[in-house]
């Protein structure tokens, strides 16, 4: 066994869904630059960095979701249907860590809704290699070590940030010295735990950057040329709720890297890889101004012509944009202002301990609209306290708006003051892997049905968004007529005939391959208010229209008429 190895392992998944360009193991690869500056040999096994998918047995704390997720949907307007094994098997796994033969292997949980995946992986790697160490970190071994330390095949928990405790940790066992000294580590001890503070990094200049090199970005494209991210700051000095990620939670404070090292980072990629798309994943990226315009200028005056597109997937703080913002992101490459709303409820944003963004969110969407720049905008739903009828306005808000809708279902994000909440009100999810947006993981205030009828109805309303920038109009009512062999007419007239007869009855129907046409579960009060109010609303689509009065400005005040 060398001593020296090291595998960084990223775990399959387990969910109805996977979106691979939020799955490039970035963190991974700066806990790789860490170890191989020290002088440890050191690989990550991206289970995810494949195309293998394969439908399981819904898991049996899932069993509730098949009233909502029964039946496969061809329509715009489907959500889940199969649960499905994302990425290599566990076998896979445990096969090549033992060719690999390391002394330690790193294992990573985000996120505690596929802690299992990890467990299990873990499990594998010791029942095929029991030779070597097995390390777990992330959000969730941080928040839940003694939990983690249930599992013998795990040895050490790394709590915090890994890139300097993962590195003294792999010193310590390699020179037999005391273990207690790593920052962050947790390990069981006789009968008991020892548990140290979780480890933050005060100065992120100070560690290298990301060893993107051991990343697959041959799997990880978008048009054919690299997908990349950048991580330019950590922790959020916000106070939101629902975020584990907060000030308010256990998590590291607010630190960005020096516009240098960023710069460093994306200069690295670029002569690696051609890279023709750079994902930002901060929680607050422009909400220091000075700092913004000096990192984003050089980043302009560098991808001169190289046609890279950037992108903040997390969203935006509304208050923090203004006008030399959005005009220097349209400079760089930015196509799309990704905005966190929350909610367009005064209340509901006090709920989520959130400012009132309201007047600068609208802002922030003249902007786009006057610099060409598509908007998608962040609402959540189904949080504790919040009712179906509050995001119900929300949506109908954003029907008005040129913004694409992201609904979220809220989940329990352990270490967040709402899953506090939660957890003193008795309505948390009795299993770990149902902390997930898919797994409609509250019926409190808002109904589970009501959830997954507010998640069609998002869907419904960003399908008439489309129709309307594609034909500028929106279909008439027509009440349900039988269709002859449905399964031959394309997805977009089939979702467009679906959208006239909810809109003449408030049924959700969908359409199986094998031709069958179905109602979905859904709650009739809110798709009947949805239509009802609807029928009065200017609907906007997504596209911006430069100059609307000269180019006309495609919008529908749509008369719900029946035929």
Same mark, same amino acid.
């Given at each position: 066994?060398?001593?020296?190895?090291?595998?960084?392992?990223?775990?399959?998944?387990?969910?109805?869904?996977?979106?691979?360009?939020?799955?490039?193991?970035?963190?991974?690869?700066?806990?790789?630059?860490?170890?191989?500056?020290?002088?440890?040999?050191?690989?990550?096994?991206?289970?995810?960095?494949?195309?293998?998918?394969?439908?399981?047995?819904? =898991?049996? &704390?899932?069993?509730?979701?098949?009233?909502?997720?029964?039946?496969?949907?061809?329509?715009?307007?489907?959500?889940?249907?199969?649960?499905?094994?994302?990425?290599?098997?566990?076998?896979?796994?445990? +096969?090549?860590?033992?060719?690999?033969? =390391?002394?330690?292997?790193?294992?990573?949980?985000?996120?505690?809704?596929?802690?299992?995946?990890?467990?299990?992986?873990?499990?594998?790697?010791?029942?095929?290699?029991?030779?070597?160490?097995?390390?777990?970190?992330?959000?969730?071994?941080?928040?839940?070590?003694?939990?983690?330390?249930?599992?013998?095949?795990?040895?050490?928990?790394?709590?915090?940030?890994?890139?300097?405790?993962?590195?003294?940790?792999?010193?310590?066992?390699?020179?037999? +010295?005391?273990?207690?000294?790593?920052?962050?580590?947790?390990?069981?001890?006789?009968?008991?735990?020892?548990?140290?503070?979780?480890?933050?990094?005060?100065?992120?200049?100070?560690?290298?950057?990301?060893?993107?090199?051991?990343? #697959?970005?041959?799997?990880?494209?978008?048009?054919?040329?690299?997908?990349? +991210?950048?991580?330019?700051?950590?922790?959020?000095?916000?106070?939101?709720?629902?975020?584990?990620?907060?000030?308010?939670?256990?998590?590291?404070?607010?630190?960005?890297?020096?516009?240098?090292?960023?710069?460093?980072?994306?200069?690295?990629?670029?002569?690696?890889?051609?890279?023709?798309?750079?994902?930002?994943?901060?929680?607050?990226?422009?909400?220091?101004?000075?700092?913004?315009?000096?990192?984003?200028?050089?980043?302009?005056?560098?991808?001169?012509?190289?046609?890279?597109?950037?992108?903040?997937?997390?969203?935006?703080? =509304?208050?923090?944009?203004?006008?030399?913002?959005?005009?220097?992101?349209?400079?760089?490459?930015?196509?799309?202002?990704?905005?966190?709303?929350?909610? +367009?409820?005064?209340?509901?944003?006090?709920?989520?301990?959130?400012?009132?963004?309201?007047?600068?969110?609208?802002?922030?969407?003249?902007?786009?609209?006057?610099?060409?720049?598509?908007?998608?905008?962040?609402?959540?739903?189904?949080?504790?306290?919040?009712?179906? &009828?509050?995001?119900?306005?929300?949506?109908?808000?954003?029907?008005?708006?040129?913004?694409?809708?992201?609904?979220?279902?809220?989940?329990?994000?352990?270490?967040?003051?709402?899953?506090?909440?939660?957890?003193? #009100?008795?309505?948390?999810?009795?299993?770990?892997?149902?902390?997930?947006?898919?797994?409609?993981?509250?019926?409190?205030?808002?109904?589970?049905?009501?959830?997954?009828?507010?998640?069609?109805?998002?869907?419904?309303?960003?399908?008439?968004?489309?129709?309307?920038?594609?034909?500028?109009?929106?279909?008439?009512?027509?009440?349900?007529?039988?269709?002859?062999?449905?399964?031959?007419?394309?997805?977009?007239?089939?979702?467009?005939?679906?959208?006239?007869?909810?809109?003449?009855?408030?049924?959700?129907?969908?359409?199986? =391959?094998?031709?069958?046409?179905?109602?979905?579960?859904?709650?009739?009060?809110?798709?009947?208010?949805?239509?009802?109010?609807?029928?009065?609303?200017?609907?906007?689509?997504?596209?911006?229209?430069? #100059?609307?009065?000269?180019?006309?400005?495609?919008?529908?005040?749509?008369?719900?008429?029946?035929?």
């Amino acid at each position: 066994m060398n001593i020296s190895k090291i595998v960084l392992v990223q775990p399959p998944i387990e969910d109805f869904y996977l979106t691979k360009k939020r799955t490039i193991p970035y963190g991974l690869a700066s806990i790789a630059a860490s170890l191989i500056a020290n002088g440890f040999d050191v690989e990550i096994l991206d289970c995810l960095a494949n195309h293998k998918s394969k439908k399981i047995k819904l =898991p049996k &704390e899932f069993f509730f979701l098949k009233s909502f997720y029964g039946k496969k949907d061809m329509s715009a307007f489907s959500l889940f249907h199969a649960f499905r094994h994302f990425g290599y098997s566990y076998e896979y796994v445990g +096969t090549k860590i033992r060719e690999k033969e =390391p002394f330690i292997v790193g294992i990573s949980s985000l996120f505690t809704a596929y802690s299992n995946e990890s467990i299990k992986t873990a499990i594998t790697i010791k029942k095929f290699y029991p030779k070597c160490k097995i390390v777990l970190g992330g959000h969730h071994p941080t928040f839940f070590p003694e939990k983690v330390l249930e599992c013998d095949a795990i040895d050490f928990v790394l709590r915090g940030e890994g890139e300097i405790s993962m590195t003294d940790l792999c010193e310590a066992l390699k020179n037999d +010295t005391d273990l207690k000294q790593v920052p962050g580590i947790a390990f069981r001890e006789k009968d008991a735990y020892f548990i140290s503070d979780s480890a933050w990094i005060p100065d992120l200049s100070a560690i290298p950057i990301p060893e993107n090199r051991l990343i #697959n970005h041959g799997f990880y494209q978008r048009k054919n040329r690299a997908a990349t +991210t950048i991580v330019a700051s950590r922790g959020c000095p916000m106070q939101c709720s629902y975020c584990s990620v907060s000030a308010s939670s256990a998590h590291a404070p607010f630190r960005q890297r020096s516009v240098g090292s960023i710069l460093d980072e994306i200069k690295a990629q670029a002569k690696d890889v051609d890279v023709g798309f750079i994902d930002f994943e901060d929680e607050n990226l422009c909400l220091n101004k000075k700092w913004f315009i000096k990192l984003f200028s050089k980043i302009k005056s560098y991808f001169k012509d190289k046609n890279v597109e950037l992108r903040a997937m997390n969203g935006l703080y =509304p208050p923090a944009i203004d006008e030399e913002i959005v005009s220097l992101m349209t400079d760089c490459g930015f196509k799309t202002l990704n905005l966190s709303l929350g909610s +367009t409820s005064k209340t509901q944003l006090a709920e989520f301990n959130r400012p009132d963004v309201r007047k600068a969110f609208d802002k922030a969407l003249d902007l786009s609209q006057k610099y060409g720049l598509e908007a998608v905008s962040y609402i959540i739903a189904a949080a504790p306290n919040q009712t179906a &009828e509050s995001s119900l306005k929300d949506l109908l808000y954003l029907a008005q708006k040129r913004t694409l809708v992201g609904l979220s279902i809220f989940y329990p994000a352990p270490g967040s003051l709402d899953y506090e909440l939660c957890k003193n #009100n008795k309505i948390l999810p009795d299993n770990f892997s149902l902390m997930r947006s898919s797994a409609l993981p509250l019926d409190d205030t808002t109904t589970r049905i009501e959830a997954a009828t507010l998640l069609r109805l998002s869907r419904i309303l960003n399908f008439m968004k489309h129709l309307m920038d594609s034909e500028g109009t929106l279909p008439e009512l027509k009440p349900f007529y039988s269709l002859k062999n449905p399964e031959t007419i394309n997805r977009k007239l089939l979702s467009k005939i679906l959208l006239q007869w909810f809109l003449y009855d408030g049924k959700i129907r969908g359409i199986h =391959p094998n031709g069958e046409i179905y109602i979905h579960l859904a709650d009739i009060h809110l798709t009947q208010t949805f239509i009802n109010q609807i029928k009065n609303i200017r609907i906007q689509g997504v596209k911006p229209q430069i #100059n609307p009065i000269a180019k006309g400005n495609k919008t529908c005040n749509f008369i719900c008429k029946k035929a």
